[in-house]
């Protein structure tokens, strides 16, 4: 069902996050979705959500937080609150992650098979990843969708900690609801010491929201409601 297929996906993923980029992975439901089922090809859905999710580890900045955001429109929100959710249209499940920048040029070609954007050279990989997740979508009769906006003129992780640290910068203070929303908070000195070089090298990196929303929609009836709630630990 939904609940599982979203709190595997990260129970799969966050032990990566954490050794590989000390980032948290965090979900965010806007509806009670550990109700309902989609009947789908979980294989190919999970498979998806994978690669997104390992997109976001990949590209997201050290020591920045991760979202799944699982939600529906109001006008369905309104059809769930009312029980009438055999007429909910769609089910938005979006990767949120926080790092560099992605150009208009960079994001017509993001789901070309073998594109990389240059910034994103230095890192492994062979562009394959979003070309896959969207050959599923297609399959799944399914969407998927990039959405970026820019947060901060600087790198908000190396920021923070790098204010922790003593490290001195002339750029205005930042607001804290922007670090709780942007930042892993919970990494101690012992967990990352930034140098000096580490920090002067990155500190001026903008920090962008960079989210991927995948759209399930309710193709014959597929999206149905469950009166047992799923419980999983995470």
Partial sequence: DLHILIFSTKWLCREKAKLNNLQDIVIIDGFNFNQYKVYTDYQ????ALFNLVDNAIKYGYMGSRIYINISISEEDLQHEKNGD???IKTIQISIVSYGQVISQEEQSHLFDLFYRAPASKIKDGMGIGLFLVK?????LRYTIEYR????SECNLPIYYYGIQQKKTTSLR???QTLIQEVVN???????WKIEDLEF???INQPTCRNEFVLTLNNIDNNIIKSNTVQVCAY
């Fill in 185 to 191: 908070q919970e990494l101690s000195d012992k967990d």
């Fill in 173 to 175: 203070k930042i607001s």
């Fill in 44 to 47: 190919l859905i999970s498979h």
């Fill in 85 to 87: 959710w055999n007429l």
């Fill in 200 to 202: 002067d090298a990155a």
């Fill in 135 to 139: 050959k599923i979508c297609n399959s």
């Fill in 148 to 151: 970026g906006s820019m947060l």
